[in-house]
C-alpha cells in the first residue's frame, strides 16, 4: 500500500476538523451531497455522493437500528473484531473533482490506552503507528459517524472546495431531501443508481473543469 502525502518536508501540514452539516440535495440533478461544515460555521465543503451513500450518512447521524447491518454497520464491527478502531478519517485530497479520503486505523489497546506521557497521534503528527486505508469519503464518513471519529480535512482542501455558509438555504435544501427520501421507492432508487452508473460508462462528464467535486462512485 503505497503512503498517502499528508505530511510535507517533514511537518504536519495544516488540517481543519469538520462536522457533518446534513444532507443536501442538487436541485437541478436531484443528486444528494454531503456537506461538511468547518468549526466556525462560516465554511462548508459539499460532495456530490449517492443516494444509498446518503441513506447509510443518515442513518448513521440519526442512530438508527437496522432490522440487518447495513455495510457500514459490518464495517465497524470487523474493526473491533480484528483489535482495530478508526482514530480519525482525513479528506486529503480533491483532483480531477473527485474528493480523496483515509482512514487512520489504530489497535484498540493502544487507542484505549495511550502509553503515559506520551501525545496521542492527532497532536503529535506521528503517523508511523497508524493504518493507513484509501476510502471514498461517503464510506469514511458513513463509518466515523457510527463509531465517533473525528473527521478532519487538509485546509488547503477546504480553501479550495467551500462555499459559505447560508443556513437558511441549509434548512431549505435538507427539507427538500427530507421529502425526497420519503417519497423514494426501492425500485426508484434502484433506478436512480442504474441511471448514474450509465451516464457515467456514456460521457465521463465529471471529469470537466466546470463540473461539481464528488466522492467517487
Known amino acids: 500500500m503505497r503512503p498517502l502525502a499528508i505530511i510535507k518536508v517533514g511537518r504536519p501540514v495544516a488540517m481543519v ?71 480519525r478519517v482525513i479528506v486529503h485530497a480533491i483532483e480531477d473533482n473527485t474528493f480523496h479520503a ?54 488547503e482542501v477546504v480553501a479550495q472546495a467551500s462555499i459559505p455558509v447560508d443556513a437558511e438555504a441549509d434548512a431549505e435544501d435538507q427539507s427538500a431531501f427530507n421529502r425526497f427520501v420519503d417519497d423514494l421507492s426501492p425500485a426508484a432508487l434502484v433506478r436512480h443508481l442504474r441511471d448514474r452508473r450509465d451516464q457515467g460508462q456514456e460521457g465521463e462528464s465529471g471529469d470537466s473543469d466546470d463540473s461539481p467535486a464528488s466522492d467517487q462512485l
Do not use: F, Y
Not at 454497520?73 to 478508526?86: E, F, K, Y
Not at 492527532?122 to 463509531?147: N, Q, Y
Open 17 to 87: 476538523e469538520m462536522s457533518v452539516a446534513g444532507i443536501a440535495l442538487d436541485a437541478a440533478s436531484r443528486t444528494p451531497i454531503v456537506l461538511l461544515r468547518d468549526p466556525s460555521g462560516r465554511r462548508q465543503v459539499p460532495i456530490w455522493i449517492d443516494q444509498s451513500q446518503a441513506h447509510n450518512i443518515m442513518a448513521g447521524l440519526q442512530g438508527t437500528e437496522p432490522v440487518r447491518p447495513l455495510s457500514h454497520d459490518l464495517m465497524a464491527t470487523l474493526l473491533i473484531a480484528g483489535g482495530l478502531a478508526l482514530d
Open 102 to 155: 483515509v482512514l487512520k486505523l489504530v489497535s484498540r489497546t493502544e487507542e484505549l490506552e495511550p502509553p503515559a506521557g506520551e501525545e496521542t497521534s492527532e497532536t503529535s503528527g506521528e503517523e508511523s503507528d497508524c493504518l493507513d486505508i484509501d476510502a471514498r469519503p461517503s464510506d469514511a464518513i458513513a463509518l466515523a459517524v457510527r463509531t465517533g471519529s473525528s473527521i478532519w480535512m487538509l485546509e
